[in-house]
């Protein structure tokens, strides 16, 4: 098995890809004007407009609801990006942070309210986990 990617479903598919593209730097490639990938060396973001829903199972997605994923991306300089989005994010949850594992953490809400954490690992222990 390889895990490929997450998606995220969403109301405006437009406004999400922007932000996501800014956060990390990445372009994406559009498939159709309703799904739109952001490929990095080791994941994609997938994102995808409601109007794709419809096509697995009417209903068993629904944009901006949700409250147990934390979408996280690995970064060189978290607090780069923390200086590089406070202007067009409304909600950060924690401004960067070392945590007890060792990484410097920025969370965030997405424009649909998806938790994002940006971390960048600073201790040498966190630094070799990442290493591979």
């Known amino acids: 098995m390889d895990f490929v990617s997450t998606r ?3 109301g405006d598919i437009t406004r999400l890809v ?4 800014r956060a990390t730097g990445v372009r ?3 498939s159709t ?10 994941a994609t973001l997938a994102i ?3 109007r794709t829903v419809a096509l697995f199972a009417p209903g068993s997605a629904r944009p901006a ?6 979408i996280e991306f690995r970064v060189a300089d978290v607090d780069g990006v923390y200086r590089n989005l406070t202007d067009s994010v409304a909600d950060f949850v924690t401004e960067p942070a070392t945590m007890p594992w060792g990484n410097r953490s920025l969370l965030l809400r997405d424009p649909d309210g998806n938790l ?7 201790t ?3 630094i070799e986990r990442f290493a591979r």
């Open 28 to 30: 994406a490639d559009w």
């Open 18 to 21: 922007d932000f996501y593209e």
């Open 116 to 122: 994002v954490n940006f971390f960048t690992p600073v």
């Open 33 to 42: 004007e309703d799904f739109a990938e952001l490929r990095t060396a080791s």
């Open 65 to 70: 609801d949700n409250n147990t994923v934390i």
């Open 8 to 10: 995220i479903i969403t």
């Open 48 to 50: 995808g407009s409601t």
């Open 124 to 126: 040498p222990t966190a």
